[in-house]
């Protein structure tokens, strides 16, 4: 099916551990976001890219790293992860098509212990 | 400051009754994009409308429509007809510019459907 597709869907980690989230579309948009969303806090955009090869901070980018070397795929890393990235984070993609915003992702529940 | 408020943390409607989620915005750019999502309680965000700036009609979607003030920078989500499966999260969100910046989202709306 085509659309945004993260894995893993669930991790926990332990303070310190790393990890890599994947995000991969097979829409051929050139737009991908990762955001993370707290309760009460709605979705907050960490970084983004705008194609192939490039990428861009968001709001609160602090403790996350990204990479976009093919243009289908977007990761999301944690270097040194603490108790404050446990979130729910959701990959989204678009393309220049303003009626139809983002295409998201189901979203990684990641519990940092 | 925020750039999407959206002032109800919570809401309560009767099945069949019609509801308005309200979303105030703050931007200077002239030309901007509006959006709702509504979030289950199963996590996944679905797409739900879409207002643009230069749009001069509200825009609809079957049982939504989207009561867009400009110059109160407004852009309320109407639902018609309540059902049960319209209980879930609903996030206001706007696009700044012309370009595909990236969204803002408030911090959203709990719509509890009653029967």
């Known amino acids: 099916n085509a659309g945004v597709t993260q894995t893993p869907k669930f991790r926990v980690l332990k303070t310190g551990q790393s990890m890599t989230l994947l995000c991969a579309q097979d829409m051929n948009h050139e737009y991908m976001y990762w955001y993370r969303q707290d309760p009460g806090m709605g979705l907050r955009l960490i970084h983004y890219?705008?194609?192939?090869?490039?990428?861009a901070k968001g709001e609160v980018p602090d403790g996350y790293n990204v990479s976009r070397l093919k243009k289908q795929n977007f990761l999301l890393g944690l270097e040194s992860a603490a108790p404050s990235q446990t979130s729910v984070y959701f990959c989204?993609?678009?393309?220049?098509?303003?009626?139809?915003?983002?295409?998201f992702g189901s979203g990684t529940r990641l519990t940092v212990v | 400051a925020q750039k999407i408020t959206q002032t109800q943390p919570g809401m309560f409607v009767q099945e069949k009754e019609a509801v308005t989620l309200d979303c105030t915005y703050d931007t200077s750019d002239q030309s901007y994009g509006l959006f709702w999502y509504k979030q289950p309680s199963s996590g996944e965000m679905i797409f739900l409308i879409y207002q643009g700036s230069y749009d001069e009609q509200n825009a609809t979607e079957g049982r939504y429509s989207l009561n867009f003030q400009k110059a109160r920078k407004s852009a309320n989500l109407v639902i018609s007809a309540s059902q049960l499966g319209d209980s879930a999260m609903y996030f206001c969100a706007m696009r700044e510019g012309p370009g595909n910046t990236p969204l803002v989202f408030g911090k959203g709306t709990r719509l509890s459907v009653i029967a």
């Open positions: 989204a993609s678009s393309y220049s098509d303003k009626g139809h915003g983002y295409t």
């Open positions: 890219s705008v194609g192939e090869g490039t990428t």
